[in-house]
Structure formats: C-alpha cells, structure tokens
C-alpha cells in the first residue's frame, strides 16, 4: 500500500513538472509594437474647392520595417501640376518630396518641396520656391504663414512647415498647405508624420472604503 502511495505521488510530481515545462516552452506570445512608434507620408492631397479633389497620393505608413512608394506625377488636378512624388515611412520618422509643384492660379511654383519627421521632431525644405515671383525661404520656421491672391478665389494664405501636434501625441508636418477663404478646402503638399502614442497609465484602484464594526453581521 505504502509503495503504492509513494508511485502514485511520484507519477502526480512528473505530470505536474511536465505540466509546468510545456507551459514555460507554449507558444511565444505576440511581439509588442515597436516603441518607436509609426510613421506615415504622403505627396500631394486636395480636399476640393476650385483646385479640386484628390485623396492623399502616394501614401504610405508603417510601424515596423520601411515602406517606399512613389508617383512619376500628379495629373488628376487641373490647377495643380507636381512630378516624381516620393514618399517613405518607418517607425520612427517618415519622409515626402513632391518636385516640380506649380499651382498657376496662385502663382506658386517650386523645384522641390520636402517634409521630413523624425523622433516627433520635424521640419521643411523649398527649394526654389516662388510665390507671385518673389522667393520663399528655404527652411521656413514652422507654421509661417503667407498672404496668396488665387485668381477667381480672393486672398488666401499660405502655411510653409505647417506643424499640428495630434491628439494621439504624434507629431505632423505639412510642407505647404495652401488654404483656400470660407472653409472651401486646402491643398497639402508634402507631408510626413512620426511618433508614439504614449503609454497608457493603468486607471487607480478605488480607496477602500472602511468598514464600521456595527456593520459586521452578528453570528453565533
């Protein structure tokens, strides 16, 4: 009876330590996202009005290896002409350079306009820009803004280095935005956004209410 006992308890330990072993070896659990973040791009967007509509084109995003994609040219829009649109993105930065942009109802014209964002830091580089015949600065501080006569709109302005801080904390960068007066929508060009959402802190336990001896049932 005893060795018995002594089999039976020895065959219990080697199932529970098998047990244990395949619960240490099971399946790995899923990777957790790249801290770095995501990235995401794209070269040319209009949102209507007189100088039409066009969704984000190219457009890419990502939050783990980089991801390229580029557009020979942009022909959907008749007020606006841009070539060799080249977007890319990674976790961590992302990066768009629209060349050859020229919108001739504003006068507007560059060679190459560039959005860049890395680590939620970012910034914009025109190169030959020109609006109404006169130069805009290369490395514009972020959220410059420009007064622009559109024929048949009026005036409107336009924002170089356009930076907005989203809601998800991630950090977006617009080369140009092209504004168009009464809300009738906006021309992007060249735009990059990066960052991380931030950790989410675990809600707090409630305070523990204290318990008054006259409420504790009576027994016995």
Known sequence: MHAFTRLTAAGLL????????????????????DPAGSGSAFGLASSGGPLGAVPPVPAVSS??????????????????R?????????????????????????????GAVTATC???QGGAHLTRATVAGKRLDATPPPNTTVPV???????????LNKQQRLPNGRLAVTAMQLNLPGGK????????????????????????????????????
């Open 14 to 33: 080697a199932a529970g330590l098998t047990a244990g072993a395949a619960a240490a070896t099971g399946p790995a659990l899923a990777a957790p996202p």
């Open 63 to 80: 939050d783990a290896g980089p991801a390229r994609r580029s557009l020979l040219n942009e022909d959907r829009l008749k007020a606006v």
């Open 82 to 110: 841009a070539s060799a649109l080249n977007v890319a993105a990674a976790p961590a930065n992302a990066r768009s350079n629209v060349a050859d942009l020229a919108v001739p109802t504003a006068k507007l014209k560059a």
């Open 118 to 120: 890395r680590d939620a």
């Open 149 to 159: 006569d559109v024929e048949g709109v009026g005036r409107t302005s336009l924002v």
């Open 185 to 220: 929508g906006a021309l992007r060009v060249a735009s990059a956004t990066c960052g991380r959402e931030p950790a989410q802190r675990p809600a707090e336990a409630p305070a523990p209410k204290p318990v008054r001896h006259h409420d504790l049932p009576v027994t016995g």
